[in-house]
């Protein structure tokens, strides 16, 4: 039985070998000329070698070569091999029955001649894409049949042809994203040359037109209405004007509509939910105005409806949602839309997210919200909604909630007290709340410290008093907190220092990049102590300022030593700046304006290697300040207001005695009192032991985690 089936195998290998012999001596001759074209093209290029060689010509079996039956070259097709160098005009010339050309993500640069292209009449697929290709397009491309065009992230700049689309009546693809084109996307000037040739219109086939992120500038070509297979068009990131044409409702066929960040303004098309197969729509940041076109519900496969950003107005609660079953984000952020959350919106199922925020919507939140079971991100701020209470209450069981975002609305209410809220226990995945600018009164309640996953707290600009509760130190995930402009009291809680994000890297690095699922702008602008700081926001960070603290900076501050921020100014402060903050070596913003520190600037303070911020200005500090690079490259007024302070940056000189005498008395003071000395010893093991933990930690981890950290980052500016 075994053996039947071995020798039934040997025999199918056999006539494999056979077959594929047979196959392979009728392909592999190949034309010398196509041969010498190939090699004249590799001869061109720097590094690495591709290994053809010049010996038997037999080209038809290079790496990257397809030939057809008759041994003509179609196929080029070198992706990601690293080749560097000219792409030369005539290289590929001779090479007349190429059909594919497939050279993206090399190092190629040069320009695209026309001749480049002359012989190519057979080519049906071009993709140059990632390269460092430049100059301008060449006007049009010989072939008819070409399909696919992807010439996308290089540094082409000019105009793109409309010219370049005479020939393409087969086009199904053009990519020319990413690049720098400054021209006008005006097809219709070709009138002015007498040169009636249509551009897109021409292009009956064209399914995918992108040229995002590019400059360019002038209206949508109106023949672009011409071309009714278009299924996407994408022209995100340039300066593109006009109004979006009532005649986009001929391209039937059109799912995806990306024109973010241009300068498109007008009306949306009245018919516009005549595209019923619109999935993606993303017109944010454009000047469009008007209300929404009520036929809007007849796109019923719209998955993303992005409007953002524009002057749009009307009542919205007077669309009807209910037939949008696929609605997965809504975002209506800062625009002048009245009325209060439609109802209908609550019964798009898989909605996850929803951005309404800087509109002037009022209303409560209805417990109908609660059939949005994916529903992770909702940012209602800067509205009029009411009853904060009622919102919390019915907010909390919103299982997937991520991100709720809630500033400058329901402003001057109480904050949900822990009698408001009885029993709680919800928000069980909350990470991001944002409840600043709202005039809130009462205390920081004790529900909070049930919020297992929060990780950034913003509660500045309120009207909150009490203390800050000590149980926030024990979120094991918080990495941030902005209680600013507040009336909070008491001291600083030494419990604070210990939040394990703020103490151990690996645990910093379990931080899940966290992406917003819409774009989010100041929603933490309430703490921007510092405006200069774009990215301000996101920073492993205390921010208390602007309260009525009082007591001493706690020592053990010294062991959130991932810190970045910290800033205590405005408040009541006293004693000395302890030692102990230059063991915050990440810190790049420390604030301890405005209160009544004394004693002197430690030293150590010098070794702080990242900050970008400094101000211990309007204190009570003395001695002369410490010379260390960081500190003498801040401005005179981050130290002002110390009548007592000397050095550079001061103008105020050190009396070489006097002040020397008080740095070394404040020195002693903190070394050597006797009973102190224990405490010294367990600070150098606790520091020792701190110290240890961050040296490893870092050494497995740091690259990892910083590898996030920057992609989170990059995340949040893009949508900046
Ligand atoms: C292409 O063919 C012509 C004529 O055979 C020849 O003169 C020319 O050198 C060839 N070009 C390349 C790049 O091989
Ligand atoms: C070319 O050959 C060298 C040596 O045989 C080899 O190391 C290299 O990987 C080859 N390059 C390509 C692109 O195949
Ligand atoms: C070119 O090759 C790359 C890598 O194989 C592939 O991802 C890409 O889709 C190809 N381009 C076209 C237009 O087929
Ligand atoms: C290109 O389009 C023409 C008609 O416009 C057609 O005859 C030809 O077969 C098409 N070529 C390819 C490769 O699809
Ligand atoms: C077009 O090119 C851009 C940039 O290279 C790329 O991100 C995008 O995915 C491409 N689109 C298509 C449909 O290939
Ligand atoms: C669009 O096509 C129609 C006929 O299908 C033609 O009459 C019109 O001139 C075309 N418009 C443009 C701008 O090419
Ligand atoms: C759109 O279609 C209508 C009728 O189907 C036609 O009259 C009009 O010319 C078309 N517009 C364009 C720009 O093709
Ligand atoms: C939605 O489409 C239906 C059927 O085509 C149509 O009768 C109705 O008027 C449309 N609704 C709106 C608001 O345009
Ligand atoms: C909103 O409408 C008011 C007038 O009602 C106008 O002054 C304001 O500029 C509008 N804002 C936006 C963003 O359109
Ligand atoms: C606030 O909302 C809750 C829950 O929806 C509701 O029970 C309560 O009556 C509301 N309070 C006011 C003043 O509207
Ligand atoms: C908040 O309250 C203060 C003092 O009561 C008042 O001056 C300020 O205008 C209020 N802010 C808002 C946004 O209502
Ligand atoms: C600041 O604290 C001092 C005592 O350290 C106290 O005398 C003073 O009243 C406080 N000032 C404020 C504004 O709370």
């Known amino acids: 039985m075994l053996v039947q089936a071995y020798n039934l195998m040997a025999h199918a290998f056999l006539l494999f070998l056979l ?79 190429l059909t594919h050309l497939n050279l993206s993500h090399n190092s190629l640069y040069g320009s695209l001649e026309t001749q480049f292209f002359f012989s190519l009449n057979q080519l049906e697929i071009l993709d140059l894409s990632y390269n460092r290709l430049f100059g301008e397009l060449p006007l049009s491309l010989s072939s008819s049949n070409i399909k696919t065009v992807d010439l996308s992230s290089n540094r082409f700049f000019g105009a793109i042809p409309s010219s370049f689309f005479q020939q393409a009546s087969n086009l199904t693809s053009f990519n020319v994203s990413n690049n720098i084109f400054t021209g006008l996307l005006d097809f219709s000037s070709n009138l002015f040359n007498g040169d009636l040739a249509p551009g897109l219109g021409k292009c009956s086939e064209l399914q995918v037109f992108h040229a995002g992120h590019n400059y360019l500038s002038g209206l949508l070509p109106e023949d672009i209405y011409n071309a009714t297979k278009l299924e996407e068009i994408s ?68 998955v993303e409806l992005l409007l953002g950003s524009n002057n749009l107005e009307g009542d919205i609660s007077m669309l009807d949602f209910s037939k949008l079953s696929q609605l997965t984000k809504l975002d209506l ?19 996850k997210a929803i951005g309404l925020s800087e509109n002037h919507l009022e209303g409560q939140i209805e417990a109908e919200i609660l059939s949005l079971k994916s529903l992770s991100f909702l940012s209602l701020g800067y509205n009029r909604f009411t009853n904060l209470t009622g919102a919390m209450k019915i907010l909390m069981s919103c299982k997937s909630l991520h991100a709720l975002l809630l500033s400058g609305s329901f402003v001057g209410e109480g904050i949900p007290s822990d009698d408001d809220m009885v029993d709680f226990d919800g928000f069980q995945n909350l990470r991001v709340f944002s409840l600043a600018y709202c005039n809130l009164t009462g205390q920081i309640p004790v529900w909070l410290s049930k919020l297992k996953n929060l990780e950034m707290l913003v509660m500045s600009f309120n009207q909150i008093t009490g203390p800050i509760p000590s149980w926030l130190g024990i979120l094991p995930r918080l990495f941030y907190i902005s ?30 990049k966290y992406e917003f699922e819409l774009p989010v702008f100041g929603f933490m602008s309430g703490i921007q102590v510092f405006p200069s700081q774009k990215l301000s926001f996101y920073r492993l960070w205390i921010d208390i300022s602007n309260n009525n603290i009082v007591g001493e900076i706690p020592t053990e501050i010294g062991q959130s030593h991932l810190l970045q921020g910290l800033t205590l100014g405005y408040n009541n402060f006293s004693g000395i700046i302890p030692d102990q903050i230059s063991n915050l070596k990440n810190l790049e913003i420390l604030d301890f304006s405005t209160n009544h520190l004394s004693g002197i600037i430690p030293s150590s ?49 050190c009396r070489p005695n006097k002040d020397m005498d008080a740095n070394k008395k404040n020195n002693n003071d903190e070394g050597n009192g006797h009973h102190q000395l224990p405490w010294f010893y367990i600070f150098a093991v606790l520091g020792f032991i701190v110290g240890f933990w961050g040296v490893c930690g870092s050494l497995v981890i740091n690259n990892t985690w910083r590898y996030a950290y920057f992609r989170f980052i990059d995340n949040l500016q893009d949508r900046l």
């Open 483 to 512: 209680l600013s402009h507040n009336q909070i009291s008491g001291e600083f809680p030494k419990q604070l220092c210990r939040l394990p994000r703020l103490l151990y890297e690996p645990l910093a690095s379990q931080a899940n």
């Open 19 to 97: 077959f594929s012999c047979i196959i392979s001596t009728n392909i592999h001759a190949c034309k010398q000329t196509e041969c010498s074209s190939l090699l004249s093209f590799a001869s061109t290029l720097s590094s690495p070698p591709l290994n053809w060689t010049s010996i038997d010509c037999d080209c038809c079996h290079w790496k990257g070569i397809t030939c057809d039956q008759d041994g003509w070259v179609t196929r080029l097709h070198l992706p990601s091999k690293g080749l560097k160098g000219d792409i030369s005009p005539f290289s590929l010339a001779n090479l007349t029955h």
């Open 235 to 302: 022209l995100p990131l340039n300066s593109l004007h006009g109004a979006i044409s009532d005649n986009i409702v001929n391209l039937s066929n059109l799912a995806t509509l990306d024109l973010y960040y241009n300068h498109f303004g007008g009306e949306l098309p009245l018919n516009l939910g005549k595209l019923s197969k619109l999935k993606f729509v993303n017109l944010d940041f454009n000047n469009l105005e008007g209300a929404l076109p009520p036929s809007l519900i007849n796109c019923t496969k719209i």
């Open 333 to 351: 952020r800062k625009n002048n839309f009245t009325g209060t959350i439609p109802r209908s919106l609550y019964s798009c199922r898989f909605l």
């Open 605 to 653: 303070l010098a070794s702080l290697n990242f900050l970008k911020e400094f101000n211990v200005s309007y204190n009570n500090l003395e001695g002369p300040i410490p010379t260390g690079t960081q500190l003498q490259s801040f401005n005179a007024s981050a130290f002002e207001g110390n009548p007592k302070l000397c050095g550079a940056p001061l103008l105020n000189k």
